[in-house]
């Protein structure tokens, strides 16, 4: 896989605009709305990297339209990471951060989070996970 490129970018925040939409929908039913893998194979290391970085870089790209936050992040990771075949798992956890609730939205790959600034797992639990086998079987 080369570079995503420009219309990457585009589909990324149009995708990630409407992300607001979603979140009227029951936790439960994200997944077969967010789930589409189109390729059959992963792609490799690299490419993987290359997207994370597309992504991340359209997002940033495309406030004001596009909110900013793990929710809009995470979704849309998640959204275009299945999409090309890399097989993730969107997680929504809970968790106290100075004394207070805190909520937190991320994508997991080998059970590791994609680029965090710090790994969420030691503040928050995983309250839902989402992956394309369980949201192939709401569907």
Known sequence: M????IWFGVRV?????TVPLL???????WGRH??????????????????????????RAGWPLVRTGCLTRG?????FLTRAGV??????GAGLVDNRFAAHCWVERHGQPVREPHDPRTI???MHVITPDSAAGAA
């Open 2 to 5: 080369t570079d995503p490129g």
């Open 13 to 17: 925040i149009a995708f990630a605009a």
């Open 23 to 29: 979140l009227w929908r029951p936790v439960d039913r």
């Open 34 to 59: 967010l789930t589409v893998t189109v390729r059959a194979s992963p792609p490799s290391e690299d490419s993987v990297n290359r997207l994370v970085t597309a992504i991340d870089r359209a997002l």
């Open 75 to 79: 979704i849309t990771m998640y959204r």
């Open 87 to 92: 097989p993730v798992s969107l997680h929504l």
């Open 124 to 126: 928050f639990t995983s």
